[in-house]
């Protein structure tokens, strides 16, 4: 199957298969720096010409620098909506990224995990991303990377503002950090809204599976920073650490009560979500990903002894659209990517010995 | 311990607020002062008290400069109020698009949208102050700005607490500092 993925792409998803800390309800762990040239318009309100001034500078920069040299570099202008859409899904790239405008560049670490956009909103967005729970982990690598690069760069930063930024949410530090968290106990004990008005206050915001304005599906919800100023670095990925923790803490009570009250009824959503998924014709993403969120918590139980966490992140990822047009080489119109979803689904669940 | 007020022994104006003690052949003399006065009979008051008038002015502009940075956006509360036809100088960005989208032009705009932007930055992060890391290039200045603020806050201590020796002491630092800062 995966002989079919042009070499350059081969490995984006690779990062899905290192199981990390406390995976049964955090998915994934991300960071991110917001990083602009000083005096260049911003690339909301640059010009073709800019923009290339800023392409350019960057590219002749990273030529020299001893890491990010042997990143890949992926011109978006170039590539296909597909592929874009591909890397979109893979949380390589951002929606921003993905409409694919001239002089939008990234450069992908040869293990996808760490990537730098250039000409997003701001000139630089240096990211990265790894499974589980290891927030400070991924902040340290892209912190060296922001080392490397931005000290040979002029950049545009104040005394009082810290990194200035196309828009003034993200000034002072640049940094947003940001955990996916699998929370099927608090979404079927009726407990997210709790959730929320309870780490709210201390300045957090939640989100979608993918960012900003995306919906809530499957129980997965993103985690991160609201306030980027004013704060150390090391005070907002400790801050992070804290709300998911206590985070964590109730989504493990939440699943002992399910298990002791209802076992019944929990069984039963578990075992319904691998009944459709083992059977069913046509699945459309949500759906899908919602079925995938029951089986989830049941690796968690030990009831599907031959899956386990990174199979299934893999998986969430392997069944959006993009990745199944490429892997599947379904058409592109939505009925037969439910065909082929399903088809993909039922293949991996009548597996023998996908149960115990 | 309660003193009563006195009013100054040689002008009679103004209340004493310093007091002299002058021994001639053996007798103690006391005075009551006001600090203009006792500046002119001794070179020590007349030290203090220019260093008083010193304080005063340095406290005064530490206030201004905060007080200017809280009141002066007052304009952006109201949206609907008065149009800014500010540009910035080095992009030509409008301060207006600024109000519609929340994206700003370029580094720059900053600077010139500075007073009006000040009161947005407060109400998203709640300070306006950054905290964070410095790029290397910045990283002696800034040092130096984040030095010369604990000094102006120390100085404000050393006043409120009438250690006037430790506060001189802090002005002739600040004074140095500055002039450096001014010179990069």
């Known amino acids: 199957m995966r002989e079919d993925i042009p070499e350059k792409y081969r490995q984006s998803d690779d990062w899905l298969d290192e199981t990390g800390p406390d995976q049964h309800v955090v998915v994934s762990s991300r960071a991110r720096l917001a990083r602009n040239l000083s005096k260049i318009p911003f690339a909301t309100h640059a010009r073709k010409e800019e923009l290339e001034e800023v392409a350019k500078i960057v590219q002749k920069t990273i030529k020299n620098l001893p890491t990010i040299s042997l990143f890949n570099s992926i011109d978006l202008h170039e590539i296909s909506a597909l592929e874009r859409r591909y890397l979109k899904e893979s949380h390589i790239i951002s929606a921003e990224m993905e409409k694919g405008d001239i002089h939008r560049i990234v450069y992908v670490r040869p293990d996808y995990r760490i990537s730098i956009m250039v000409n997003e909103e701001d000139h630089l967005r240096i990211q990265g991303i790894v499974s589980g729970f290891r927030l400070s982990e991924v902040f340290q690598d892209i912190l060296n990377i922001d080392m490397e690069l931005m000290d040979t760069l002029p950049t545009a930063f104040s005394d009082q503002y810290g990194y200035l930024t196309a828009c003034p949410t993200n000034l002072g530090t640049g940094l947003r950090v940001s955990v996916m968290l699998h929370l099927p106990g608090l979404a079927l004990t009726r407990k997210i809204e709790d959730m929320v008005q309870m780490i709210q206050p201390s300045g957090v915001t939640v989100r979608g599976f993918y960012g900003e304005n995306s919906e809530y599906f499957g129980d997965f919800f993103q985690i991160s920073n609201e306030i980027s100023l004013g704060k150390t670095e090391e005070e907002i990925v400790n801050l992070l650490l804290s709300v998911i923790r206590s985070i964590i803490e109730r989504e493990e009570k939440a699943r002992e009560t399910l298990f002791l009250d209802r076992v019944a009824s929990i069984e039963d959503t578990i075992w319904r979500a691998y009944g459709l998924l083992s059977q069913a014709r046509l699945i459309d993403t949500q759906e899908a990903m919602k079925l995938l969120s029951r089986i989830r918590l049941g690796i968690d139980r030990g009831y599907f002894k031959t899956l386990d966490h990174a199979r299934l992140s893999r998986l969430m990822i392997g069944i959006q659209p993009a990745h199944l047009e490429y892997h599947e080489k379904c058409d592109p119109d939505s009925e037969a990517r439910d065909v082929s979803r399903a088809a993909l689904l039922r293949n991996i669940f009548t597996m023998p010995g996908s149960t115990n | 311990m309660y003193i009563k007020p006195v009013v100054c022994m040689k002008c ?144 404000q201590e050393a006043v409120r607490e009438e250690n006037f020796e430790r506060a001189a002491e802090l002005r002739d630092l600040i004074r140095s500092l500055d002039a450096g800062d001014s010179k990069e």
């Open chain 2, 12 to 155: 009679s104006k103004t209340l004493a607020t310093v007091k002299i003690t002058k021994i001639i052949s053996g007798e103690v003399h006391e005075m009551h002062l006001c600090q203009d006065c006792a500046s002119l009979i001794s070179p020590y008051q007349k030290k203090m008290s220019n260093l008083q008038k010193d304080l005063n002015e340095i406290l005064a502009n530490l206030l201004k400069q905060e007080k200017g940075s809280v009141a002066a956006p007052a304009a952006t509360e109201d949206p609907k109020e008065e149009k800014i036809d500010l540009v910035c100088s080095n992009c030509g960005f409008p301060f207006e698009s600024y109000r519609k989208s929340f994206f700003l032009g370029c580094s720059d705009c900053y600077k010139v949208f500075h007073k009006y932007l000040m009161n947005d930055i407060r109400k998203i992060h709640g300070n306006v102050r950054h905290r964070g890391r410095v790029p290397q290039r910045f990283r002696k200045y800034v040092e130096l700005k984040r030095n010369l603020d604990t000094l102006k806050r120390d100085l």
